[in-house]
């Protein structure tokens, strides 16, 4: 529980405090209110705290994903922003599921219905961070060799100021951060 409850705070400070958008953080601090009191009944000794805490986590997290979705902006939904907001939302299912099964009543498939939506969170989160972006323009990078019938031995990809070979490698399948050019003769 500790583990996940660091994850969730990296979660929080990756998804970032602005936009604020309070009123779906108090919105959504009712319903972990709410999801606190359906568990707190079978919560003992040092769960009840550490439930309470966790639950609070888990929230905030979601309010820093929901939070990025931005209702009258021309951005409003773009597949990374949606994909913070989905994946945090199945992760409160996931752990929603999880806390029912576990200290109130079982749930029937539990572990596949909790697993299920604990990996599909996980893409979701992952893929919210895919913006590939220039960190020198803001600008949207494309990555890759520009030329797709090059040979691995005629293209160069830079990492920063680090220049390498690509070898043993289509250099059309490159598109993973590293920007790729057809190597100068």
Same mark, same amino acid.
């Given at each position: 529980m500790v583990m996940f409850a660091i994850a969730h705070v990296l979660y929080i400070v990756s998804f970032g405090?602005?936009? $604020?958008? !309070?009123p +779906?953080? &108090?919105?959504?601090?009712?319903?972990?209110?709410?999801? @606190?009191? +359906?568990? @707190?009944p079978g919560l003992h000794g040092v769960y009840s705290v550490l439930v309470g805490v966790y639950v $609070?986590?888990? %929230? !905030?997290? $979601? %309010?820093?994903?929901?939070?990025? $979705?931005?209702?009258? *902006?021309?951005?409003?939904?773009t597949w990374t922003?949606?994909?913070?907001?989905v994946g945090a939302l199945l992760f409160i299912i996931s752990d929603t599921l999880l806390g029912v099964n576990k200290f109130r009543i079982p749930i029937p498939y539990n572990r596949a219905l909790i697993m299920t939506t @604990? @990996? &599909?969170a996980q893409l979701g989160i992952a893929l919210s961070v895919a913006d590939l972006k220039d960190p020198t323009s803001g600008d949207v990078t494309t990555c890759g060799a520009p030329d797709v019938t090059a040979s691995s031995k005629e293209v160069y990809c830079s990492n920063n100021e680090d220049m390498f070979e690509l070898k043993d490698? *289509?250099?059309?399948?490159? *598109?993973?951060?590293?920007?790729?050019?057809?190597?100068?003769?």
């Open positions: 405090f602005r936009p $604020l958008r !309070l +779906v953080g &108090a919105a959504l601090f009712g319903v972990a209110a709410g999801m @606190y009191a +359906v568990l @707190y $609070l986590l888990l %929230w !905030l997290m $979601l %309010w820093r994903g929901m939070a990025r $979705l931005q209702m009258f *902006s021309n951005d409003l939904w922003k949606l994909c913070a907001c @604990y @990996y &599909a490698m *289509s250099a059309h399948s490159f *598109s993973n951060g590293l920007c790729c050019a057809k190597k100068m003769e």
